[in-house]
């Protein structure tokens, strides 16, 4: 009894597994051969990604490539299998490319509606990988998000700012908002100080004393013009501006350079006798006529 009963369930099984889902253009669509394409897209999506992969790493050639242009060709390598292995699944499944053009009116509506965040995504990613404003590696600044491009994908840019929190960023914000970039050519930055001294104090002093802070300074570019400037005459100081470059292999280094300027400034000061400003009013009284004094309890 148990004997016939396990045949029987054989029995519709092959049958549900045999069983004609649809004829395309003379071809029979089975369960089988969905199954088995289905299968063999996810095992070719995992292959592509791990060759690719495999590909950048061991290759001696691409090894001394960029890390952007290693980014790219494994990109590029892995969209080039996934598209054979899709093609060969609806190859196993019997579905002719042709016949998608019955239903072509109906995936572009659908495509449209649904899949638009992505296709643009997409397509940005492929012009920031051609054109590459920004690279893997660069140091960008995005509305309030700064760090450095670990990897440029497909849909999502990979951003790990400084605090070491990982963004995935879509590649079309990339391309609709204002980015900086500030190792696209190189990584000498301008950055500036400002400081006020109190009124009174020398100007042409206090300018002297900010140029020697300047030049004896190791960080800054030596090969590059620096400026101090008397900016304005302010509420409570005499205000000063230093423009100077240096190297910006990360953010924390140009705020280190800036850093060890205020303390050098604030050194060089207490020797000159020059008094750094603070806010301050004057307040002054009016003594053409006698003040009227009187006393509460």
Known sequence: MDIEILKDIFIVLG?????????????????????????????GFRI???????????????????ANTKSTVESVTFYFLLIIFTFTSLSIAQIPLKSFALFGGALAIGFGFGSQNIIKNFISGLILMMEQPIRVGDIITVEETEGRVVRIGARSTHIRTF???????????????????????DDDIRTRVTVGVAYGSDTKKVEKLLGEVIEDNDKVLKHKPYLVFFTEFGDSALNFEMQFWCKMPRPSEKRKVESQMRHDINEKFKKAGIVIAFPQQDVHLDMSAPLEVRIRK
């Open 15 to 43: 049958e549900l597994w045999n069983f004609k889902v649809a004829t395309i253009d003379n071809n029979h669509v089975t369960i089988a051969n969905i199954v088995i394409a289905l299968v063999i897209f996810v095992l």
């Open 163 to 185: 605090d070491n929190v990982d963004i995935l960023m879509p590649n079309s914000i990339l391309l609709e908002n204002n980015v900086v970039n500030w190792t696209l050519s």
């Open 48 to 66: 592509s990604r791990k060759f690719s992969r495999f590909v950048v790493n061991v290759s001696p050639t691409i090894k001394t490539l960029n």
